[in-house]
């Protein structure tokens, strides 16, 4: 090998590669959720398990994995046995425990067993969604988990000691106060997790709130969703939780390694009904079907959906929309080396409109959003992404 050929493998290999697994399973559907997920049954589960070893086997795995994401679905609701079983082809793809490993958890879900499962693994980072402490919120939006059962699995991952716990928390609820919103990020820092998610509730296609809102049950308003943004930042600030994405808080050192790296473009390999992908020079999600996933993956055949070729002129595009979204922005001098062709020019006027209109700021190359643009961070993407049309052949 040539020296030049060296260096490049050397760097190639040090690159980050995250593995996701989706865990496509849940006890019933919450009204706001769009992600696949279906019933478990014993059968089910072992077609699952089954489908992971045999998707595995079909990936060309050029490094070892450095950060995992157990998603779904609800990971934790697969029994000790068969997260000890889902964890082996971890520790096989990672050569050892990965760097960081997170496991999304459900109030409901969490028992001692699960949990010393997990610990046991070497799980090092959990995630639990509780959305709000609210009853009547929690209502609304169709969860299964109690305020008392939250408490209950709370005191049980403090018990476990995982090394970083996550907090999931949700706001702009139908019929939800500032106020009331006010008093959930209170208590979720009462109880002090080591990073804290706050996501403003979205409608999408063919949930039950998206049914809800489109025969005005509920309504959007956009003003208190800006107010409720702007109150999270500055009450979570006030708390020592330093945001680092839009919806992003932790303590130093806690923030979610794996979402970093898939945030700057990085490759990751997605497993299981509906997991998205991007490595191998192109992105696509996984058939969200378990029935349909397995059958294939059992024959044989990764079949994607949406796949695209990632063109360099589609990475820097998404680096842009992604990267502007977290507090630390983005590095447009680093996109335009490696991304020499894309449309430079337009992209230079829209990042030159948002500084003149107090949306971002600029420090040489680095371009980050205000707090005033990351509150319009949606229709900065949109623009970013007009900006990058018709996409350069690179
Ligand atoms: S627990 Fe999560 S994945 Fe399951 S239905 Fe609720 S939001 Fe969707």
Known sequence: ??????????????????????????????????????????EGVERFLAGIESEAALVEWTRPVTTVFWGGGTPGLLSPRDLGRLAELVHRRCGGAPAEWTVELAPASVTPQRLAALRAAGVTRVSMGIQSFQPALLDALGRQHTREQVYAAYDLLQAADFPSVNLDLMFALPGQTEAEWAADIREAVRLAP????????????????????????VKLDPELEARLYESTWAQLAGAGYAQYEVSNF????????????????????GLGPSAASQSHG?????????????????????????RVALTPSLLAEDALIFGLRMNAGVDVAE?????????WAGVEELLGRLVADGLATRQGERVQLTNRGRLLADSVGAEVMEAFRPLVPA
């Not at 290999?13 to 995250?18: R, V």
């Not at 080591?194 to 005005?216: N, P, R, V």
């Not at 992105?283 to 079949?303: I, P």
């Open 1 to 42: 090998m040539s020296d030049l050929a060296s260096e490049q493998a050397k760097a190639a290999t040090a690159k980050p590669l995250g593995l996701y697994v989706h865990v496509p399973f849940c006890a019933s559907t919450c009204d706001f959720c769009a992600f696949y997920q279906t019933k478990p049954t014993a």
């Open 194 to 217: 080591d990073h804290l998610s706050t996501y403003c509730l979205t409608f999408e296609e063919d949930t039950a709130l998206w049914i809800k809102l489109s025969q005005g049950r």
């Open 335 to 343: 996109w335009k080396h490696r991304c020499p062709r894309a449309p």
């Open 282 to 306: 192109w992105r696509g999600a996984n058939v969200a079907d378990l029935d349909r996933w397995q059958a294939d993956v059992s024959r044989g055949e990764r079949v994607t959906e949406d």
């Open 250 to 269: 932790s303590r130093p050192g806690h923030e979610c390694r794996h979402n970093l790296n898939t945030w700057h473009m990085e490759e990751w390999i």
